[in-house]
């Protein structure tokens, strides 16, 4: 097998994607009454209020790595994480590959959900056509920096609860009645425009992601928490305003994700995609 493609949970990549490409998931942790959860491993509970969530332990990644370089054939590991802004992930991943010299390379997305799923899919799809570790990695790395991720939420408490929004900021989207979006600015979750209403919000979520797609190829996918209608709405709206959408998907958020997002939650992520312009994709 060529260069093996690790991602972590969070990717929200759909199985049978990750099974076709061979990429190799790493589960993330949803804390509860002294439970220890491993997303995609054992069951979640229902209503994830109140719960904590926990990246990958470096132990875990270690022995990822090390079965995806038996996998590999010593080709090596491409790791693509979530952003280490929202996770101490990427640093155990870090830790964990010092233990293989060069074998293993790391990304950090700086983006979560398919904003990290896509890197590590179109990473791994040129992994398949016979690319050296350097050139998944530098596709992963080009394709991360291509993609945006906007979010609207039902409420902002359980992100600054998580710390993954400032206590200011979220005080005041809850004073004012905002419906924010929010944006994912170099791996950190930023309010970015300001609506009175839900509809308002998801309005300006597509208008977004439309701008962000412009007229070539383009990923798109549309995250929710519990809210199917919602983004299956949202999903044809940008099918219908997005010219060139080479793959898209709507799936749930994960867990560990949806801890922190709430009930409600619309996520979408735009990632227009390179150009074939490497020798791998040439001439294959």
Known sequence: MPVVVVTDSSACIPQESADACGIQ????????????????????????????????????????????????????????HISRQLSGTWEAGRVAAQEFGGAVRIVDSQSAGMGLGYPALEAARLAEKGASLEEAYGRAVDVASRGRCYIVVDKLDQLRRGGRIGTAAALLGTALAMKPILHLVDGKLVLGEKTRTTTKALARLVDSAVERAGLGRVAIAVHHMRARERADAIAEQLAECIPDVAESVVTDFSAVIGAHVGVGAIGVVVCPLPEIDSAVDANT
């Open 25 to 80: 998931v790493v589960p993330l942790h949803v804390l509860r009454d002294g439970c220890d959860l491993r997303e995609g491993v054992d069951a979640m509970p229902s209503d994830l209020s109140g719960v904590t969530t926990a990246g990958a332990s470096p132990a875990e990644l270690s022995e990822a790595y090390a079965r995806a370089l038996d996998m590999s054939d010593g080709d090596g590991v491409l790791a693509v």
